[in-house]
């Protein structure tokens, strides 16, 4: 009985210093939960999910507030590779939060723009640029097509046209 | 001479038809000479039209600083337009339209050096690149920048293996011209500062070995050594060939010259040589016109720029009204949409498959797991594992299986018994992950854009209610201070403080 109990104690007591160590030793996942989330979606930074950004989209998933198929830009595939990630059951994007739709970006007409900057304080990542009483122009390049500029303009000179994909490499 | 043993992986072929005649094909009427011949930037025109040029004068140009190569005139006559046309293995390219004056009258810019070997290590780098010549085994990379590398090289391999069956111009070249091959060979050992050379031939161009044997053997040069390969598809893979030949592997993603070797093919140092000797520029080079659809296969020595239809009528012509074009090989050439295209640096074969070659793969059935795909795969891929994630759509698993090694030789193709086009598959797999590449590039870009953008706004906000803050700091709510503000504001001559002891204002 004493020999068992010994042997038993002894055991978890090994067992415990192993882990002390491995954990101790080995890389942590220094990533937060919010991160890797935060890594899977697209950045469009659109707010079509309810939530100001694509950030505190990934701090409501992980925290349980919101559900994992608010990313309409993400499409059914971010879906999927959230779900991937946390365990929980994939599916689509939920249509209450916006179609998926191909990739696209913002086309300012110049010849109708009035110069109010109204789109250049809307656009979540500065692709607009330009001055008040001169024509605003999109950076094509770094536009994220989440549309956001498009309400703000009073001449609605905004309209989203498809992005054209790179040409492959030659 | 050394023959080395058979690879393991690859496929022997039957030996293909051997020593194909070597013939000059006539400068044609009009030359479409496209300024994007070559891997990196198309070149940038230097004529304009209705100019006349002379055969070897630059009519592109690159870019300071771009990848690219020079592209010359083939041969002398007046520019007629520049036009954005379909070329060979491109949608749309800037293409030079010649319309030849039949004198051919060559341009005297570049200078021709009876001795090429005594010039510094500079001044050949430099020919290199203002000769545009570029990797004629069919890439076309740049050949300047390949030469380069500035130290690090032991060995120049110079590939004459032919990787396709049936594709015979360095054959061709090897035995026309064997002294040009190793003049080149010489002037390419010393920009790279290497000591051996290994000419690498197929084994089975036998009167070519012999030429090049003796060739050899007459210029008395040490560094240079003939190597006989076997006949096994890919060999002559430019990865697969410095393998072969030098047992150093090239690691994942790494260049070939990471190795310490640089190949180059048989008709580039030519070409290099060439130029030097002669001054002539790359404007021509032998193409092979082979197939069951052409009457009779030869090789031709054509300007770059010549439409392969009138290569295709010096070889007797189609034998039937159905015949597809591929350009390279028949196993890694691209079909072209038509024989209206230019003979370009690139092209090194044109194959004219007759309708019954065209065969139908037959029905594909599911992967029985028999390995012989990974057995032949030139670089250890396991394209049956690769099959399986790419129908997963798994690019995580693409990508650890080294999808990005695949050179798409398309043996596996051809060994597969349940007829599963596999290569195409890879390649799919291949974009995709760059396509997914460039999203995350892309994604990062916008969230790190975002990112200053909220600390832009933050920190003006917070700089706007800091200078609030100290205007309310500044009041003083002391009821001294109070009084003194009220004071202030007061005008003095309302008050006449000594007019009288009553408060009537002054007017009444």
């Known amino acids: 009985m004493l020999i068992a109990a010994g042997v038993l104690a002894g055991l978890a007591l090994a067992t415990g210093a192993a882990l002390w160590v491995t954990d101790r030793r080995l890389p942590q996942q220094t990533e937060s939960p919010v991160e890797r989330v935060n890594r899977l979606l697209p950045q469009s930074q659109c707010g079509q999910c309810g939530y100001p950004g694509c950030r505190p989209y990934a701090a409501a998933v992980v925290s349980g507030a919101a559900d994992i198929d608010q990313c309409a830009p993400g499409g059914d595939r971010t879906v999927t590779e959230l779900a991937n990630l946390l365990g929980r059951t994939p599916g689509r994007v939920n249509p209450e939060f916006g179609r998926p739709a191909p990739p696209q970006v913002a086309h300012i007409d110049e010849s109708a723009c009035i110069g109010c900057t109204l789109c250049i304080a809307a656009c979540p990542v500065d692709a607009i640029v330009g001055a008040a009483q001169l024509a605003h122009t999109v950076v094509r390049q770094e536009c994220t097509g989440c549309e956001l500029c498009v309400a703000p303009c009073p001449v609605d000179c905004i309209d989203l046209k498809p992005r054209e994909l790179p040409r492959a490499a030659a | ?508």
Request: proline share 7%; aromatic share 4%; glycine share 10%.
């Open chain 2, 1 to 508: 001479m050394k023959t080395l043993q058979p690879p393991r992986w690859g496929i022997r072929f039957e030996r293909a038809r051997n020593g194909l005649e070597l013939r000059t094909a006539a400068v044609p009427a009009t030359l479409q000479v496209s300024l994007h011949q070559h891997v990196g930037h198309f070149a940038e025109p230097a004529v304009s039209m209705g100019e006349t040029v002379l055969r070897g004068q630059p009519i592109g140009t690159v870019r300071e600083g771009a990848l690219g190569a020079r592209v010359h005139a083939p041969s002398s006559g007046q520019i007629r337009s520049i036009e954005r046309l379909p070329a060979p293995g491109r949608d749309a390219a800037p293409v030079v339209i010649i319309d030849t004056d039949g004198k051919d009258t060559p341009w005297s810019g570049y200078r021709a050096h009876p001795r090429p070997l005594r010039l510094a290590t500079g001044a050949l780098r430099q020919a290199v690149i203002e000769a545009g010549i570029v990797g004629l085994g069919g890439a076309a990379f740049p050949a300047g920048v390949k030469l380069n590398k500035g130290g690090g090289v032991d060995t120049l391999i110079l590939n004459g293996a032919e990787c396709e069956p049936c594709i015979n111009c360095d054959a061709a070249l090897l035995q026309a011209e064997p002294a040009q091959v190793l003049l080149g060979a010489q002037i390419m050992l010393r920009i790279l500062e290497a000591d051996t050379c290994l000419v690498a031939i197929k084994d089975g161009m036998h009167s070519a070995a012999a030429t090049l044997a003796e060739a050899i053997q007459a210029l008395g040069d040490d560094r240079l050594r003939l190597v006989r390969v076997p006949p096994v598809y890919p060999v002559g893979g430019e990865a697969q060939l410095i393998q072969l030949l030098t047992g150093r592997e090239i690691p994942a993603g790494g260049l070939p010259w990471d190795s310490g070797a640089v190949c180059q093919n048989v008709a580039t140092a030519a070409a290099v040589a060439r130029f030097l000797t002669t001054g002539e520029p790359l404007i021509s080079r032998i193409v092979t016109i082979t197939g069951n659809g052409v009457a009779a296969p030869a090789n031709f020595a054509a300007r770059i720029g010549t439409p392969i239809r009138e290569l295709v009528a010096a070889a007797g012509g189609y034998v039937g009204p159905e015949c597809t074009l591929v350009m390279g090989g028949p196993m890694m050439g691209v079909p072209l949409p038509g024989d209206n295209l230019p003979v370009t640096k690139a092209t090194n074969c044109i194959y004219v498959a007759a309708p019954e070659e065209i065969a139908e793969r037959g029905t594909e059935r599911p992967c029985i797991r028999c390995g012989d795909c990974a057995t032949t795969c030139p670089v250890n891929l396991m394209p049956q594992l690769l099959l399986q994630a790419g129908q997963h759509n798994d690019l995580d698993r693409l990508d650890e299986l080294g999808v990005h090694d695949c050179i798409e030789c398309g043996a596996c193709d051809y060994v597969c018994p349940s007829r599963i086009p596999l290569t195409r598959g890879f390649a799919a797999g291949k974009q995709a992950l760059w396509a997914r590449a460039r999203e995350r590039l892309r994604a990062a870009r916008a969230e790190s854009r975002f990112e200053a953008r909220e600390a832009r706004l933050n920190r003006n906000a917070n700089a706007r209610n800091a200078v609030l803050e100290a205007q309310v700091a500044a009041v003083d709510n002391s009821p001294q201070a109070a009084l003194a503000a009220l004071l202030a504001r007061v005008d003095p001559d309302d008050v006449a403080p000594d007019s009288g002891d009553d408060d009537t204002p002054a007017g009444q």
